[in-house]
């Protein structure tokens, strides 16, 4: 049974820092993997997918990595801002499943000004 | 592109009765959509997955005759809690996959449930 874990659970950084996020997960056979950001009482926006075969995704300052055969993937931010604070959702799309995403519990990013 | 409108985004009715949760696919055909449930501070964990013009295919654990779901049209899921009690209030998201399975999700804006 595929599972995504997510560390740390919480993060705190001043204003203008880099950072990275950990998602793992225990089956290597997916399709894709998504990474979302889910603001407090509001649902799931899509930042960045990567495929399988693809080993990273950029958008603006935001830099996901897979590596698939680790069961791994990190999203970079850089240079963070306090409207980046959010809590990130890491998911992955099984390779053998109708479609169900399979999500981590998140990683909650406070940016302090 | 690709928007998931969910609705009503809160909503708190009495014990006893029934609550129905809307999600449309705004500029797209979503044959599949996706509820989940959201517990605070953990993941999303699906309930269903919805399908045009045929039964919806529930997880294990998640009573079928509790949260009635249709997706009677490409554009159009709704996830009815019946029978509402305290212990169901929770958040409902609902989900869509966009085109195909390497196109990603889309998610609706979620729907907060308090019982009373």
């Known amino acids: 049974k595929q599972e995504v874990t997510q560390i740390p659970a919480a993060l705190s950084v001043p204003e203008g820092e880099n950072l990275v996020l950990n998602c793992s997960f225990t089956d290597s056979a997916i399709y894709n993997l998504q990474w979302f950001r889910q603001d407090p009482g509001k649902g799931l926006t899509s930042l960045l997918l990567?495929?399988?075969?693809?080993r990273e995704q950029t958008s603006g300052r935001l830099n996901a990595s897979l590596d698939k055969s680790s069961g791994r993937s990190t999203l970079y931010i850089a240079a963070s801002q306090p409207g980046d604070s959010a809590t990130y959702l890491c998911a992955v799309l099984d390779g053998g499943s109708q479609g169900n995403l399979i999500f981590g519990k998140g990683t909650k990013l406070s940016v302090k000004p | 592109g690709a928007v998931v409108s969910q609705h009503p985004s809160r909503v708190i009715c009495k014990s006893g009765t029934s609550v129905k949760i809307e999600c449309r696919s705004l500029d797209f055909q979503a044959t599949t959509m996706f509820w989940y449930r959201q517990f605070p501070k953990q993941s999303l964990m699906l309930m269903a997955t919805?399908?045009?013009?045929?039964?919806?295919?529930?997880e294990q654990g998640v009573e079928k005759d509790k949260f009635l779901i249709n997706h009677a049209s490409l554009t159009l899921s709704t996830l009815t809690v019946t029978s509402a009690h305290p212990e169901d209030s929770s958040f409902y998201i609902c989900?869509?996959?966009?085109?195909?399975?390497?196109?990603?999700?889309?998610f609706g804006s979620g729907t907060r449930l308090t019982v009373v």
């Open positions: 919805s399908n045009e013009g045929s039964k919806a295919t529930y």
């Open positions: 989900s869509a996959r966009i085109y195909d399975r390497a196109s990603g999700y889309t």
């Open positions: 990567i495929q399988s075969s693809q």
